[in-house]
């Protein structure tokens, strides 16, 4: 009689209970949604959003419909509320608002992450259609302004305009 027994002889239920002893269950499946887990971590007071709002309007950085509260989408796109989706106009400027917004902790620094994954932002193309703005894309443009060394002046103000959003704590 051999006390090791062969895999012919287990039954499936067995196998499985000898993996799961060994093994363990593994990781915790995740039953969460997307916007549980993606945070900017933004915790801006009424008085920071109100400029925030002011600048994002001031440097058309965004495009909203007309009849849009500007400051409701703001707030659903800083929550990461996965219905939440915003048309950009310029997307090297959203890079330099978030990156600033990073700099100064009034967000994560893995932003480009979350707006990325998350499928935040969008963009027309030249064909008309519709695109999401990756991760990928939002990086480039940021390299594309520090290879640059100089930056527009419109970038320049956004940068300053967050340092002023900071102060107002």
């Excluded at 916007?35 to 994002?56: A, H, K, P």
């Excluded at 695109?131 to 990928?136: A, E, G, W």
């Excluded at 390299?143 to 527009?152: G, K």
Aim: hydrophobic share 40%.
């Amino acid at each position: 009689m051999s006390i090791i027994k062969k895999k012919e002889d287990y039954s499936k239920q067995e196998l499985i209970e000898l993996f799961l002893q060994h093994v363990g269950t593994g990781l915790p499946i995740l039953t969460r949604k997307k916007s549980s887990i993606l945070t900017l971590g933004c915790q801006l007071s009424d008085r920071q959003m109100d400029l925030l709002v002011e600048l994002v309007q001031s440097h058309d950085i965004f495009d909203f419909a007309d009849n849009s509260d500007v400051r409701s989408e703001l707030c659903r796109l800083f929550k990461c509320d996965l219905d939440a989706s915003i048309r950009v106009k310029n997307v090297r400027n959203v890079a330099v608002l978030f990156d600033a917004m990073a700099q100064y902790h009034l967000i994560n620094n893995n932003w480009q992450y979350v707006m990325g994954e998350g499928r935040f932002l969008t963009s027309i193309k030249k064909d008309g259609t519709e695109k999401f703005i990756t991760s990928s894309c939002l990086s480039s443009s940021l390299s594309r302004i520090r290879r640059n060394v100089s930056m527009t002046a419109s970038q320049y103000a956004i940068c300053k305009s967050i340092e002023q959003i900071l102060r107002e704590e």
